[in-house]
């Protein structure tokens, strides 16, 4: 588990109520991804089809939007390779994880009781973010290719359609990731939309979604939380 963020000593010497999920940092930048992947999803769209084209007049017309959208897709590629300097350690896949996988039916309905214990991040969120990763890599890739398309010669046209298949199709693939990341830090596991924005979670939060990191962060103590 990454201790940058949240420490044994941290998380001990707060209220004994609270534990501290996210740091500052973490939490600017998750933000800061989340609105430049809308800004994105909503000119990509906008982009793709004559009937969506409102969203790009929402956010200035079709020419900023143009403009715009390479550069908000670099801010949006620096902030998950900003993410996996902080969390890869977090974000690696191990036994409790396949174990957990396998409990998957559980979590969707709602029996917590029946899941195993799980760290800092449970298996899901583990394939979202490796998902959006992979994602953003070929999203950069094909959007070079479609961001100096003018510069390509017609002997290279073949180029500029791969790109424009891939850069589609991925994109609906990341669309797919965010409403289900959505769906899961909001629904189904309530309380974490609001860690993300002040950084604590409760005690009962913490054993309920994520037992093995709470037992980790509070140094190994095994007190059930108060509900």
Do not use: C
């Not at 214990?117 to 583990?126: M, V, W």
């Not at 070929?138 to 510069?151: A, K, N």
Request: aromatic share 16%; hydrophobic share 45%.
């Amino acid at each position: 588990m990454s201790t940058k963020a949240i420490s044994r000593s941290t998380a001990a010497g707060r209220d004994e109520e609270l534990i501290p999920r996210y740091s500052l940092g973490e939490r600017a930048n998750h933000w800061l991804g989340s609105l430049a992947y809308i800004y994105l999803l909503m000119t990509g769209l906008a982009f793709w089809s004559p009937y969506l084209y409102w969203m790009a007049a929402v956010v200035g017309g079709a020419p900023t939007a143009r403009f715009w959208h390479p550069w908000l897709g670099l801010i949006f590629t620096v902030s998950l390779f900003w993410m996996l300097k902080q969390w890869h350690g977090d974000m690696r896949i191990d036994d409790n994880d396949r174990a957990w996988a396998k409990a998957m039916p559980d979590y969707i309905q709602n029996r917590d009781d029946e899941l195993p214990p799980t760290g800092r991040f449970n298996f899901g969120q583990k394939l979202f973010f490796w998902g959006m990763l992979l994602s953003v890599i070929l999203l950069l890739l094909s959007g070079v290719v479609l961001w100096y398309t003018e510069t390509l010669p017609w002997s290279l046209r073949y180029v500029r359609y791969a790109a424009i298949l891939i850069h589609a199709s991925v994109a609906l693939v990341t669309i797919g990731l965010f409403l289900v990341h959505v769906y899961m830090s909001t629904i189904l596991e309530k309380g974490s939309f609001s860690a993300m924005v002040h950084g604590y979670v409760t005690r009962a939060w913490a054993w309920t979604f994520h037992r093995t990191w709470y037992y980790e962060v509070t140094s190994g103590s095994r007190p059930r939380p108060r509900q």
